[in-house]
């Protein structure tokens, strides 16, 4: 797909690695008014810290977070940002889920429809925070859920807005992408997921 531009707005990249083989979550902020590189500079470590601080502690002890960038999407050429302060290993006890184990996180706008909504696939965690065969402690899931929302609070302070971006419109690629406001992030349920399939009924 060529490059699609969504004013003002910038996708934060966390990178990180599991058992060796590459992976990342992404996550569009909007900046009203437009951004610079000292903005882009400060969402970079805003989510870096979160990840070291909220998200670390429940990635597998195979995860190694390596870095966030940071990314304008106003146009092909376009500020960027990187941070790896918070760079280093999950810290989450028990063995190792396989790489394509993960729990979804919904991230929503108050509207209906596809583009209204996000998913987070979360990097795989440890072995103690799963409670049976196919499903999540609960204190796992309001660690997930803690974790972004801390993003999305932080992310405001600065004057980011944690956002959906919308692409296509009717299967129809739209002329620049359009941004919803996340207005609340819930796991709709514990079990465990993939971002591949779904292994149990019930999603």
Known sequence: MAFQS???CAEAVIQATAGGVNI???LNFWYPGGYNQIKIDALADLVDANV???YLPICTTQVEYTNTLVRGLNGTV???GSNN???GVGTAAGDALPNNVSSCA???TGFTGRSARGRFFAFPTGSNNVITDNTLASSYGTA????LNAI???AAAAGWHLVILSRRNNNTIRASATHLDVTDIVMRNLIVDSQRHRLPRGH
């Not at 997930?144 to 974790?147: K, N, Q, Y």
């Open 52 to 54: 070291g601080t909220d």
């Open 144 to 147: 997930l859920v803690d974790f």
């Open 6 to 8: 969504a004013p003002e």
């Open 106 to 108: 919904t991230l929503r």
């Open 78 to 80: 376009d500020y960027t």
């Open 152 to 154: 999305k609070t932080d």
């Open 85 to 87: 302060s918070g760079a």
């Open 24 to 26: 990342a979550n992404v």
